[in-house]
């Protein structure tokens, strides 16, 4: 950490940086509400309407692979500010759109913007942190902002319908808040990023990187994660429609039902709430030891839910939040940890391009298995399979623990600190 910089102006670099999170987090995550009001005003199919969501997923993935190494290049504060003010313009910009295609084109905008701050805001977390340690539990942190605002964004979507208000006053808001956010930026002071003189910080470098072992592997997790992820948030409330549209199948009081009415909610808190605790866990208990338990855990949830019924199903997959809420950033700042401060931009594109593939094929396979079939339930089959598989990557890791090496060696020469 750079010890040149305020204790002020970390305080308020963290704060910037979870607000970030949360803001975009309100955009991104109120998609599956937003979507059924697309459809039905330009009278799409579900495919059409999709759209919304994977061109979102795919804009961020091509903007942070091909332009993550701006953090490395230009540094974290200007790619942050440059990545905020595409996206507050871009955001203003939907009170002007009127047809599909218009806020469709907005959308791969808005994506690309946060692809471009968010590779700046990820690299800024090793600046400010003091350990690999520390950087995992802020990344933990970071992520429990991220989820506060997938909770808020849907709920705002949903008053604003109510209140017979168009959805795209979403976006205005948080463009409002995007504005305030690159004032503050500008303003505060950020740690100065390590660079060597004569390295040279193209996509180039990018893609050098994510040939490396450590991200290959780190990014292929990220993967497995995200499309496990994705089956609760994209899936399950189809599952839900799926048996309630099966005569007995759905219960009308109770329990279940009270469940099945808020799955996603009880999904979404769950996890925003856990990646706190995470936060204060990892802190204290090796982060081996906590991926391989939450992933089995994870795996149970998803396995007694195929075994057990529409009941275990609508109970035990939002619990997942729970354990889920701990991997995806955990991986994603050990992955950044493997690679020195000056590399950060180039890996956190890297990893983040593999997140939105995930958020993509995940739902996509998911999607056209229970088609083949005529069951969700065969969707979330496939979902079970690739938790296993995160499951058993996680047990690979605590037994052989490929990235110990480098997290130790970073924790010397980027931190001079001792990690877990």
């Known amino acids: 950490m750079n010890n040149s910089v305020s204790h002020a102006s970390l305080r308020t670099i963290r704060l910037l940086t979870y607000l970030m999170f949360m803001m975009f987090a309100m955009t991104t995550d109120s998609v599956g509400v937003i979507i059924p009001e697309v459809i039905r005003t330009y009278h799409l199919s579900m495919t059409a309407g999709g759209a919304f969501h994977y061109a979102s997923m795919s804009a961020i993935a091509l903007a942070a692979v091909c332009l993550g190494f701006l953090a490395d290049k230009i540094g974290r504060k200007q790619t942050i500010i440059l990545g905020l003010l595409l996206f507050a313009i871009n955001s203003f910009m939907f009170s002007f759109a009127n047809s599909f295609f218009q806020f469709l084109l907005l959308i791969i905008i808005s994506g690309a913007a946060i692809g471009i701050f968010k590779t700046g805001a990820l690299s800024l977390i090793g600046d400010i942190s003091s350990s690999t340690v520390e950087h995992t539990s802020t ?35 948080a463009g409002s808040l995007c504005v305030l956010l690159i004032f503050t930026a500008h303003r505060v002071q950020y740690p100065k990023t390590t660079t060597q003189s004569k390295e040279h910080v193209d996509l180039l470098r990018t893609l050098h990187v994510a040939c490396m072992p450590h991200a290959l592997g780190f990014s292929a997790a990220c993967f497995l994660y995200v499309a496990v992820e994705c089956a609760i948030y994209v899936w399950l409330p189809t599952y839900i429609v799926f048996y309630a549209n099966t005569p007995g199948a759905l219960p009308t009081h109770g329990m279940t039902a009270f469940l099945a009415s808020y799955a996603v909610s009880v999904f979404f808190v769950l996890r925003a709430g856990g990646r706190f605790l995470g936060a204060w866990l990892l802190a204290r208990m090796r982060w081996t030891h906590v ?31 729970l354990f889920m809420s701990v991997i995806y950033p955990t991986l994603n700042s050990k992955g950044i940890s493997c690679f020195p401060k000056n590399e950060h931009g180039a890996i956190s594109g890297v990893i983040l391009f593999f997140t939105c593939i995930g958020a993509v094929l995940g739902p996509l396979a998911m ?3 229970s088609d083949i079939y005529g069951s969700p339930r065969y969707g979330f089959i496939l979902a079970t399979f690739l938790s296993g598989l995160l499951f058993l990557a996680m047990l690979f890791n605590l037994i052989f623990n490929p990235a110990r090496a480098a997290l130790q060696r970073s924790d010397e020469s980027q931190y001079g600190a001792a990690g877990l």
């Open 139 to 173: 990344m933990n942190n970071v992520e429990g902002f991220f989820g506060i605002g997938a909770i808020i964004g849907p709920l705002l979507v949903a008053h604003l319908i109510l209140q017979g208000v168009s959805w795209k006053w979403l976006y205005v808001i």
């Open 291 to 321: 991926l391989a338990a939450f992933t089995l855990c994870t795996f149970l949830c998803f396995l007694g839910g195929i075994l057990g019924g529409f009941s275990a199903t609508v109970l035990l997959l939002p619990v997942s939040g």
């Open 367 to 369: 999607g056209f298995i």
